[in-house]
């Protein structure tokens, strides 16, 4: 088993997001890019996103759903060239594009839906975690947006597993992935999981936490305004 290794940012600013205007994140970006759908916190070492934030609209979820049959992941060109990965540094690595906003909150809106798959919203994912767990919290998460109207998100990973490789732009495999979903009383819900198959088929309460724990394990601050 390898070793995970802790990478805890050696410098923080805090910047706010439209998308949770009342509360302040200190975290270290390199690049700080805003998109129409999301902001991402990103970083250029890692070619992983630290904290992708977004709203998810509940009453959007039921409208018409576009198909992400011919979408590709491509480069963010919006980044500097030695910041980007490729879709390629992940074929046949084992590891899934992993999506931090995912397509299925913004599938009701073709440009929305093609900024999920810029690979400055990706980061390597186990695909047992991926294609089951993590699907699970995206609908949990998706069901609260229902059920409130809207909530606001943080998704991110931290951590690391090694590298796909200096071939591969040496993107970073996390040893973790979080989502917090913010309601609008005020509350939270929280998800810590590692980036691993053997959680795939678990029940995604059995990795509820709190914000503590994940700024703990990530090395950044949340603070309500």
Avoid at 19 to 46: G, N, Q, R, V
Avoid at 66 to 78: A, E, G, N
Wanted: aromatic letters at 12%.
């Amino acid at each position: 088993m390898k070793k995970t290794l802790l990478l805890i940012p050696f410098a923080l600013f805090a910047f706010t997001s439209s998308y949770l205007p009342h509360y302040s994140i200190d975290i270290h970006c390199d690049e700080l890019l805003h998109k129409t759908a999301m902001d991402i916190c990103y970083s250029c070492k890692l070619k992983n996103p630290e904290a992708v934030v977004y709203q998810i609209q509940g009453n959007l979820i039921k409208s018409h759903h576009y198909s992400r049959k011919h979408l590709y992941f491509k480069p963010d060109y919006s980044l500097p060239a030695k910041c980007r990965s490729y879709s390629k540094d992940y074929s046949y690595t084992g590891f899934d594009r992993g999506h931090n906003a995912p397509n299925a909150a913004f599938n009701y809106d073709k440009t929305l839906q093609k900024q999920t798959f810029k690979m400055s919203n990706v980061s390597p994912e186990r695909p047992s975690l991926n294609r089951h767990l993590w699907a699970k919290i995206e609908r949990f998460a998706r069901y609260e947006a229902k059920k409130y109207g809207k909530v606001s998100v943080i998704t991110g990973s931290c951590g690391s597993l090694g590298t796909l490789g200096k071939k591969r732009h040496n993107v970073n495999i996390p040893a973790y992935w979080y989502k917090i979903i913010f309601l609008p009383n005020h509350k939270t819900i929280s998800f810590l999981t590692p980036n691993s198959n053997s959680v795939g088929r678990d029940k995604a309460k059995k990795y509820l936490t709190n914000i503590k724990t994940i700024e703990d394990t990530c090395g950044f601050k949340i603070k309500e305004k």
